[in-house]
């Protein structure tokens, strides 16, 4: 079974509106964490933001927010007031149980946003 | 530097050629990754690195691929007699140890092409 599914291949977004991109998980552990990744086209991955299992309020950071539902195993990404410069690949990401680093990443989503 | 750098950025090799892709990491962080992104994909975590020990290499798909971190800082991704399916793009990441969330800096990663 994949451990981080994300069913959007790709999303259109007008410039401004908000976006939500979707992501599930699976693992049996009771101690993970959550990670979104950006990839524009230059290849880099930039850390968006990280939601810890045990983390009781949803993350946010600027104009991103993990909508964490722990009983659903879903941790979607909300991008508040997209702007041209989001258009990017998006990967959601977990790690598994304490103190161990290793990440099992998505398939992504490509988010394109339209002027 | 600031950030993780990788090199060379592209290789172009001929199907049986080996090769090196060099990361630096960032200075101070003890958690090194490597990880294979192939194209329209999620990176693939390949292997981790607790300063020079080799903690975890079950990623790694052959007994072609070989990492080594010797002084525990600049690592090695060596792929010995490149195969056509190796083509991808080889990200490395580092992350402190004991951090919160062990968030994971990326290198802009190196695009390998076997002809």
């Known amino acids: 079974a994949q451990k981080i599914t994300q069913t959007q291949p790709g999303m259109f977004v007008q410039e401004k509106e908000a976006v939500t991109l979707d992501c599930t998980y699976d693992?049996?552990?009771?101690?993970?964490?959550l990670f979104w990744y950006k990839q524009p086209s230059s290849g880099e991955m930039i850390f968006l933001i990280y939601?810890?299992?045990?983390?009781?309020q949803n993350a946010t950071e600027g104009r991103y927010s993990l909508n964490f539902q722990k009983a659903r195993k879903s941790a979607n990404l909300v991008i508040s007031a997209s702007q041209l410069g989001d258009s990017a690949m998006y990967f959601c990401?977990?790690?598994?149980?304490?103190?161990?680093?290793?990440?099992?990443f998505g398939t992504g989503t490509k988010l394109q946003v339209i002027p | 530097g600031a950030g993780v750098s990788q090199s060379p950025r592209y290789k172009v090799a001929k199907r049986g050629q080996d090769v090196a892709l060099r990361c630096d990491p960032i200075?101070?962080?003890?958690?090194l990754f490597w990880y294979q992104q192939a194209l329209g994909q999620g990176p693939e975590f390949l292997t981790y690195?607790?300063?020079?020990?080799?903690?975890?290499k079950s990623g790694l798909p052959s007994d072609r691929f070989f990492a080594e971190r010797p002084e525990g800082s600049v690592s090695t991704l060596k792929i010995q007699r490149t195969q056509q399916e190796d083509s991808a793009v080889y990200l490395c990441?580092?992350?402190?140890?004991?951090?919160?969330?062990?968030?994971?800096?990326f290198g802009p990663g190196t695009r390998l092409t076997v002809l």
């Open positions: 990441a580092s992350s402190l140890v004991g951090a919160s969330y062990n968030e994971q800096f």
């Open positions: 939601q810890g299992s045990y983390d009781e």
């Open positions: 990401a977990m790690r598994e149980g304490e103190g161990y680093q290793k990440v099992t």
């Open positions: 690195f607790q300063n020079e020990a080799q903690l975890d």
């Open positions: 693992t049996s552990d009771q101690s993970y964490g």
């Open positions: 200075s101070g962080h003890v958690s």
